[in-house]
């Protein structure tokens, strides 16, 4: 699913237990992080680089001391990824993850994040391989780089919001200038704002 129909969906109905977060752009992806804490405010986080995708689950299942609901935030997902291609390689962590997605923990939103790789070029057989790997996850949201003309729309937008008259032709420098990249769009918008004043 898009973002936007994350978005949706979380506005009218409870989240889903588990979602993967796949892709690079960290824009939309920090709205739909903050739509998710705006629901559940407790959100624990967890890397894999640091910890292994058993121990997270088995604190997924486990009750929380201060509170019945919150999102447990896993951030590089990729890394739960086996790092050999013997056969039985990643089995105990597929088996685990399977034996969760089964039967997950009522208030527990679990969101595995993996924002490294990007969906096209020399990234595309990583990123197939975490999805291959988290397939058994139904709720996937893939944050894919905005296109140039979505980049100048989402910078005409921020710069109205902001009360900012600016030209389509500076809008189309400053997108370029930032290689289409929403986070810093809004960024250097927001420092325009602020330069500019009333």
């Known amino acids: 699913m898009t973002p936007d129909q994350f978005l949706q969906r979380i506005a009218k109905n409870a989240p ?4 993967l977060f796949i892709g690079p752009d960290g824009y939309q992806r920090a709205a739909c ?6 629901r559940l405010p407790q959100i624990d986080r967890f890397d894999l680089d640091e910890t292994n995708l058993t121990a997270v689950l088995d604190d997924a299942r486990s009750l929380s001391l201060f509170s019945a609901e919150r999102v447990m935030w896993v951030s590089g997902a990729e890394a739960a990824l086996p790092k050999t291609r013997a056969a039985d390689a990643g089995e105990e ?3 685990a993850l399977n034996s969760y997605l089964a039967r997950p923990t009522p208030g527990v939103v679990l969101v595995f994040d993996c924002g490294r790789f990007e969906f096209d ?18 709720n996937q949201v893939e944050f894919r780089p905005y296109t140039p003309e979505s980049a100048r729309e989402l910078a005409k937008d921020l710069a109205g919001a902001a009360g900012l008259k600016i030209g389509l032709a500076e809008i ?3 997108v370029e200038a930032l290689a289409g990249d929403a986070s810093r769009i809004a960024v250097e918008i927001e420092k325009i704002s602020l330069f500019a004043g009333q």
């Open 33 to 38: 992080r903050k739509a998710l804490s705006e």
């Open 16 to 19: 889903a237990p588990v979602y």
């Open 172 to 174: 189309g420098l400053l």
């Open 121 to 138: 070029g020399e990234d595309k057989a990583k990123i197939d391989r975490v999805l291959k790997f988290y397939a058994a996850i139904p």
């Open 93 to 95: 962590d597929t088996a």
